[in-house]
Structures are given as C-alpha cells and as structure tokens.
C-alpha cells in the first residue's frame, strides 16, 4: 500500500513532497561522482517493480549525466559555414541509454538489469540502473562478450530501437 502512494507522489513530483525532499538531496550529490554506487534505491517502488530486490548481488547505481545536445567540436580545415556541423546535433541514443552503458562500463562484472528517472536540474539528469551479477540471474541469456546494454535489450536500449512505444 505504501508503494501506491509513493509512485503517486513521483508521478507530479512539483505537487508534493518529493520536490522539496529531492532538492535538499541533490545538493549532495552534485557533490558526488557522476557514477556512484548506493545503498538503498531512492525510488525504492520503481526499482522493485523494474526488478530489483534487496538481497546479494543486485546493485543499484546513481549515474548523472550532462543535459542538453550533442556537442560537436568544430572542424579544424576549411569549410563553409552551412557544413561545419556544430550545433543543432542531436545524439541516436537517448540521455538514459548512455547513463545505463556508463554504468556498465564501471562496473564490467554486472549486467544492467533496468533503469529509471530520479531527479533533474538545469544542467544534470539523475538516473538509477539496477545491476545484477552474471551468476544470479541465468534467465537472461546473458551468454559471453558484450552486455544487455550494449547490444539494446534493456528497456531504454529498445525503445531507442524502436520496439517499444513507451518505457
């Protein structure tokens, strides 16, 4: 029951306590590294309901990453204006995929399981991916080389490829 309220409280976050809750905290965490391990979930309802549980090998990990477009250096040769191609660019993956395959790239022995939304600024968004050890979760298919994430088969991953409407 508790669960219900918090997935409603997060669903307008402006509207009740999570957004004077979440604004205290990301002073903190602005403070922290980009990719940082934590104990407990901060969206404790929505990591349950995309997988995670509280018990050995399951991990779950704040990753900020940097808001806004793809930032292109300017070409150094000649080129006219109209072709230098700097701004206006937008990156093929979405904000989310790159926190997943960020974490994934830290922590090499885990697989991304799933990955949600916690909180956004002007220049930072916040998101939580759940990984897993390799040997709890063999349903996976994980089998040998690249993981999930690189290969799109998280939930972020296939919305990308088109496969899903909405995640």
């Known amino acids: 029951m508790a669960y219900k309220y918090m997935a409603s409280a997060w669903r307008k976050p402006e509207s009740s306590y999570v ?5 205290e905290r990301v002073i903190t965490w602005r403070k922290q590294p980009a990719i940082s391990r934590i104990d407990k979930p ?4 929505r990591a349950r309901r995309l997988g995670y549980k509280d018990k050995q090998g ?3 990990v704040r990753v900020r990453v940097r808001r806004g477009g793809l930032r292109k250096s300017r070409p150094r040769m000649g080129r006219r204006q109209k072709r230098m191609g700097v701004v206006k660019y937008k ?3 979405s904000v989310r995929l790159i926190a997943e395959e960020r974490a994934a790239r830290r922590f090499p022995n ?3 399981l799933n990955s949600y939304w916690v909180w956004e600024d002007g220049r930072s968004k916040w998101y939580e991916v759940i990984l897993v050890d390799r040997t709890i979760l063999p349903e996976l298919n994980l089998g040998k080389g690249r993981g999930r994430v690189f290969r799109g088969l998280t ?11 909405k995640a």
């Open 58 to 60: 399951y991990i779950a």
């Open 19 to 23: 957004k004077e809750l979440m604004q």
């Open 155 to 165: 939930s972020a991953g296939r919305k990308v490829r088109g496969l899903m409407s």
């Open 110 to 112: 885990l697989e991304v």
């Open 42 to 45: 901060t969206r404790i309802d």
């Open 91 to 93: 990156p093929a993956k």
